[in-house]
């Protein structure tokens, strides 16, 4: 870059050198020969006119580099024809140089105002002149040559926002391909640039739950956009397949580490929304902490983790918290651009500001426009500083979130029609791993299975749960009749799965096709002591009642449900046309 200036000043001092074209207006006769005949021998082009109008239509002609001009004369004066000549010049520097036989400072100040860059008192001196000449021809250059820079960077400029545009067109089609539209979701994306430091993504499960990460990479723009394409890529391939929250932070981690650069980071808050059993389960790593609202209640979640990319995967910690939600209640989760959002005086909004905005209106159904009024409110005209990322999350019955996974389609690849898998998992994996995603994802593969995930999903989920949980482990459904009873009944899942020894759960997984469909066969055995499957009736338990909804749920779904054994082994076809 240094060059390339050295080089263009060099240009300049050359291009004083050159012949340059002059406007020479006077209303004196032997004045106009004098100065002609002196610019000439310096070597330049000349023309003359008598007057002001005279002087305007030869500037039009003859385009000059530089105008000598006379202060007064008929018809127009000199003073007005020099604001008419910088107009015609536009952005071109013209440089003017009023000849004066005045000398009072008034007069010479209303040459500069009239748009005059010097003046050049009568009688002329040749080498003052000369000097005025090469000093303003310099000046001229150097302003041509700003310009073409000027004109260089805007067209650089406008290049890289149209790939900028493109490549956030990319990004959105990556980034918000699920279900930000829900009608249980309202957010606010208010980037700092073109491309947002701040990313939010929400997709359903295939147990129609739903998913929802928030994050903040370190720094503003495309630099901060960049880890969101990996991050969007795991979350939306690892919700599909329906792993469990802590496994796609796990991953989210890991892969943000391996790439991004160090001090690069994402602070996130991941919640996983259950809107059958209608509770949800909340993730903090380095965001501010959130606020659930249930009626009168606010509860605050704090921010107990560190943000992702920066723990190994060992020491990476994805507990959550667990709450209970009813449905109309909301849960409300923003980025630091938030709290730290500032007015004209300096001020942040700060946690304090924000906390007496949900006081005030804790059962307002607008509470979301009202918290984004007030931030937007205080910030005044100055506008943000920072990314700012809102959003507030609603429970609801599932059938009331008017959306659909339009990203499950069938691709029309070729996949397996006729094949067969065993799988069996020993004491030590089943207490760390959840084989249903790696099921579901391998009968998915099977054409026309794909958009049929949702019901895979529950019927795998169902039948290892019930094989883990109920034979294994010797959990009784009944226990999640209460909420106390619910919380015991996960006290003792992680107690009993602690202390697993020589246990096994075995899956066998068939899939006969057909022209239009097929049959897949699931055989699930466990090493628990069974139950007596013979008192079962089939009948789909009330609303309120857990034990039992489970094989009632498979009956419902499957065309086959068969027990053996001692009720440690099931086994279920389900029938799918295309």
């Known amino acids: 870059m240094k060059q390339s200036l050295d080089s263009e000043m060099a240009s300049s001092v050359l291009g004083s050198q050159k012949t340059l074209k002059i406007l020479i207006a006077d209303d004196n006769q032997s004045d106009r020969m004098i100065l002609q005949n002196i610019v000439k021998k310096q070597g330049h082009d000349t023309a003359t006119a008598v007057d002001g109008v005279d002087a305007i239509e030869k500037f039009s002609e003859f385009r000059p580099d530089i105008v000598l001009l006379d202060a007064l004369m008929p018809r127009m004066d000199g003073f007005e024809a020099a604001r008419k000549i910088k107009l015609l010049a536009g952005e071109d520097l013209i440089p003017i140089i009023f000849l004066t036989s005045l000398s009072d400072a008034e007069s010479l100040a209303k040459c500069l105002e009239a748009g005059g860059d010097d003046f050049l008192s009568k009688p002329y001196n040749r080498i003052i002149l000369q000097a005025k000449i090469n000093a303003f021809n310099r000046m001229r250059i150097m302003h041509k040559t700003l310009l073409r820079q000027r004109d260089q960077i805007a067209e650089h400029n406008d290049h890289m926002v149209r790939e900028q545009q493109v490549a956030k067109t990319v990004f959105d089609n990556v980034a918000h391909v699920g279900c930000l539209g829900a009608n249980n979701i309202k957010h606010l994306l208010s980037p700092l640039a073109v491309f947002n430091g701040d990313v939010l993504l929400a997709c359903q499960k295939p147990s129609g739950g739903m998913h929802v990460l928030l994050g903040d990479f370190t720094g503003h723009g495309l630099p901060a956009a960049i880890g969101a394409m990996p991050l969007a890529e795991i979350f939306y391939g690892m919700t599909s397949k329906g792993y469990a929250l802590g496994d796609i932070l796990r991953e989210v981690n ?248 020589g246990h096994f759960v075995k899956v066998d997984v068939r899939h006969k096709g057909a022209v239009a469909g097929g049959v897949l066969t699931i055989r699930v055995e466990d090493s628990g002591k069974g139950f007596d499957y013979q008192k079962l009736d089939g009948k789909l338990p009330g609303p309120t009642c857990y034990s039992g909804r489970g094989t009632a749920l498979l009956l419902s779904m499957c065309s086959r449900v068969e027990y053996f054994g001692q009720g440690n082994i099931v086994e279920v076809d389900y029938e799918w046309q295309a």
């Open 254 to 501: 890991q892969k943000l580490r391996k790439i991004l650069p160090v001090g690069f980071f994402c602070c996130a808050c991941m919640a996983e929304l259950n809107f059958e059993q209608e509770e949800i389960e909340i993730w903090i790593g380095g965001l501010p902490d959130c606020y659930l609202v249930q009626g009168d209640q606010l509860i605050k979640v704090a921010s107990n983790r560190l943000p992702l990319g920066i723990l190994k995967g060992e020491a990476f910690d994805a507990r959550t918290y667990r709450f209970e939600m009813k449905h109309g209640d909301r849960v409300y989760l923003w980025s630091d651009g938030i709290v730290e959002a500032t007015n004209a005086k300096g001020e942040m909004f700060g946690e304090q500001r924000l906390q007496q905005v949900f006081n005030a209106n804790l059962r307002e159904l607008n509470l979301f426009e009202k918290i984004r009024r007030s931030v937007v409110d205080f910030m005044g005209e100055g506008g943000p500083s920072d990314d700012l990322t809102l959003v507030e999350l609603t429970m609801m019955p599932v059938k009331e979130l008017g959306i659909e996974n339009n990203y499950l389609t069938n691709t029309g690849l070729k996949g397996p029609q006729h094949w067969r898998m065993a799988y069996e998992l020993c004491s030590d994996s089943l207490a760390v791993f959840d084989p249903v995603p790696l099921l579901l994802q391998i009968a998915m593969e099977v054409p026309g299975l794909r958009t049929r995930n949702g019901e895979m999903f529950t019927i795998l989920s169902e039948l290892y749960t019930n094989a883990l949980e109920h034979g294994v482990l010797g959990l009784h459904s009944k226990l999640k009749g209460s909420p106390d009873g619910f919380a015991e009944y996960y006290r003792l899942r992680e107690e009993r799965i602690r202390r697993l020894d």
